[in-house]
C-alpha cells in the first residue's frame, strides 16, 4: 500500500465522466480481488480447522458424523454472512472516500478494505485457536455444557419425575432378570 498525493479535484462532467469511470474501475478492481483473496483466505483457514478437527478424532478413535460436517457448514454461514455485511460497509466508505478526493473535500485517506481486513483477522485469530486448541479441553467444554444443561433440566419438575421414573424402570428391569 502506497501513500500517494491525493488526486486534483474535479468536476463531474460529460466530459471526463468516461476518465473518472475508468479510474474508478481500476481503482476498486484491485481492492476487489483483494477482497477475493481476503474471503478465500478465510475459507482456507475454516478448511484447515476442520482437518484439524477430523485429525484430533481420528487420533482419539472418535466417531467421525455428519453432525461435524453442520456445523463447519453453518461456521461458514456465519462467517460469510459477517464477512459481507462488513464488505459492504467497506464499499460505501471506499465509494465516499474516492467521491471526495475528487471534490477536493477530504484530505488523503487510503482507499482500502480496511474493516473486511480486520474482519478476516479475527476469524483468522479465532480459527487459529481452534486448530491448536488440545482436543481434550475441548471435551472439558463440552462436558461442562452438557453437565450446565442437566441441571437446568432438573430445575424443571416435569424432567425430574421423567427422570425418576426411567431410573425407576430400569431398577425394576434389573431386578426382574
Known amino acids: ?28 478492481g484491485t481492492k476487489a480481488a483483494f477482497i477475493a483473496i481476503v474471503y478465500v483466505l478465510v475459507l482456507i483457514l475454516i478448511m484447515l480447522d476442520l482437518w484439524s478437527g477430523v485429525m484430533k478424532s481420528k487420533r482419539k478413535k472418535d466417531y467421525i458424523s455428519s453432525y461435524g460436517l453442520q456445523k463447519t457448514l453453518n461456521k461458514i454461514a456465519r462467517y ?6 462488513i464488505t459492504v460497509i467497506d464499499v460505501i466508505q471506499m465509494i465516499a472516500i474516492y467521491y471526495s478526493q475528487h471534490n477536493g473535500s477530504v484530505m488523503f485517506l487510503p482507499i482500502i478494505p480496511l474493516f473486511t481486513f480486520f ?3 479475527f476469524i483468522g485469530v479465532i480459527e487459529a485457536k481452534s486448530i491448536y486448541e488440545k ?15 442437566i441441571r437446568e433440566a432438573l430445575k424443571d419438575s416435569e424432567t425430574s419425575k421423567i427422570i425418576q421414573n426411567i431410573i425407576k424402570e430400569r431398577e425394576e428391569n434389573e431386578n426382574s432378570n
Open 119 to 121: 474482519a478476516a483477522i
Open 135 to 149: 482436543a481434550e479441553q475441548k471435551d472439558k467444554a463440552k462436558s461442562a455444557e452438557v453437565v450446565r444443561f
Open 80 to 85: 460469510y454472512n459477517m464477512l459481507f455485511a
Open 1 to 28: 500500500m502506497s501513500f500517494t498525493t491525493p488526486p486534483k479535484p474535479t468536476n463531474f462532467t460529460s466530459k471526463n465522466k468516461m476518465e473518472i469511470l475508468s479510474e474508478f474501475i481500476r481503482a476498486f
